[in-house]
């Protein structure tokens, strides 16, 4: 028969079996969580790239239109005479002026809603890692008490 001491030892060993198992499930869990968020993070990584794309375009766009602008006004320089022609050459320059300023504001509307997205979606994951940071620190603390 064992003794006290005997005793104490087996439900000692009982007790940091059951632990280590619990220990187990709560890292299995806390790398689910890293791997989730790490795909998370993949996923923003690729919209904060295609972000960039339509802001290059938008940029594209501008310049673009800054260059009409700077045409219709050489074409104005040019003239001592307005013949119908040009005023009609003016007005489409106008026309496709308002079309490209149109397409910049339809742009950067569509950037910004993105970028509020990817925004809230960045808080969410800064959100989450803190609480996994928690969670760990807590099955760390538990098991160095465990050991002690």
């Known amino acids: ?42 996923a923003l990584k690729e919209q904060v790239s295609h972000l960039v794309g339509l802001l290059k375009d938008n940029n594209v766009a501008t310049t673009r239109l800054m260059k009409q602008g700077v045409e219709l006004n050489h074409v104005f320089s040019q003239c001592d005479e307005i013949s119908v022609d040009m005023i009609e050459a003016c007005r489409q320059q106008i026309v496709s002026i308002r079309n490209t300023q149109e397409e910049i504001i339809k742009f950067e509307e569509r950037n910004k809603l993105q970028i509020e997205d990817a925004y809230a979606e960045i808080s969410t994951q800064r959100k989450n890692s803190v609480e996994i940071k928690s969670t760990v620190d807590k099955v760390l603390d538990y098991s160095r008490e465990r050991v002690r």
């Open 1 to 42: 028969m064992l003794g006290e001491q005997g005793k104490l030892f087996v439900e000692a060993a009982e007790s940091i079996r059951e632990a280590s198992v619990s220990y187990d499930s709560a890292i299995d869990a806390v790398k689910q969580e890293l791997s989730e968020a790490k795909a998370e993070i993949s």
